[in-house]
T-cell receptor, first 116, second 112 residues
Framework: AQKVTQAQTEISVVEKEDVTLDCVYE???????LFWYKQPPSGELVFLIR??????QNEISGRYSWNFQKSTSSFNFTITASQVVDSAVYFC?????????????FGAGTQVVVTP | DAGVTQSPTHLIKTRGQQVTLRCSPK?????VSWYQQALGQGPQFIFQ???????QRGNFPDRFSGHQFPNYSSELNVNALLLGDSALYLC???????????FGEGSRLTVL
């Protein structure tokens, strides 16, 4: 069975600090996809990034970066120089290879609070 | 270009009643997935529709049913409502061959 664990329930930072969100996953599949979504107070889940299990290259996209390590089944996400608009709940999610089916297994989420 | 739209945004029902939630996918998308998000938890997959058929289903009882129309819009029906059905119900759409889901803002259901 698939499982996604986000151990941090809430992180509070002051603007311009970096924020790192932890995500640990479990799956028996050899091919899978990992996602990060952001949920602002409006409720809409906003897609941030997606990686497949064959690509462990870590990248940076603007103020976002991620660290994917299959050896530890972790997919951590970092926001650099946080801003007040980054305040939201962030979800890590896992999907089987047939990601087009849209069946995602979400973690419980981490509330990020950025204060001025 | 409208994104995913859901209606109603909020509704209140009593135990035992039935509810229908509606979703219009993002323009051009042909696949709709439904999720239930209880307060303080991550979304849970209910089911997905493509070509007017249920393609995958999560661990939800038969009280939860759905439908997809020829214009790709979708409905989620929940019968015999329980207090535990109180949640935010999210609809997501996508193209059949891609994994990126676009979510609506959800329908907040309260069961009293």
């Amino acid at each position: 069975a698939q499982k996604v664990t986000q151990a941090q329930t809430e992180i509070s930072v002051v603007e311009k600090e970096d924020v790192t969100l932890d995500c640990v996953y479990e799956t028996r599949d050899t091919t899978y996809y990992l996602f990060w979504y952001k949920q602002p107070p409006s409720g809409e889940l906003v897609f941030l990034i997606r990686r497949n299990s064959f690509d462990e290259q870590n990248e940076i996209s603007g103020r976002y970066s991620w660290n994917f390590q299959k050896s530890t089944s972790s997919f951590n996400f970092t926001i650099t120089a946080s801003q007040v608009v980054d305040s939201a709940v962030y979800f890590c999610a896992l999907s089987e290879a047939t990601a087009r089916w849209g069946k995602l297994q979400f973690g419980a989420g981490t509330q990020v609070v950025v204060t001025p | 270009d409208a994104g995913v739209t859901q209606s109603p945004t909020h509704l209140i029902k009593t135990r035992g009643q039935q509810v229908t939630l509606r979703c219009s996918p993002k323009s051009g998308h042909d696949t709709v997935s439904w999720y239930q998000q209880a307060l303080g938890q991550g979304p849970q997959f209910i089911f997905q529709y493509y070509e007017e058929e249920e393609r995958q289903r999560g661990n939800f009882p038969d009280r939860f049913s759905g439908h997809q129309f020829p214009n790709y819009s979708s409905e989620l029906n929940v019968n015999a409502l329980l207090l535990g059905d109180s949640a935010l119900y999210l609809c997501a759409s996508s193209f059949y061959n891609t994994g990126e889901l676009f979510f609506g803002e959800g329908s907040r259901l309260t069961v009293l």
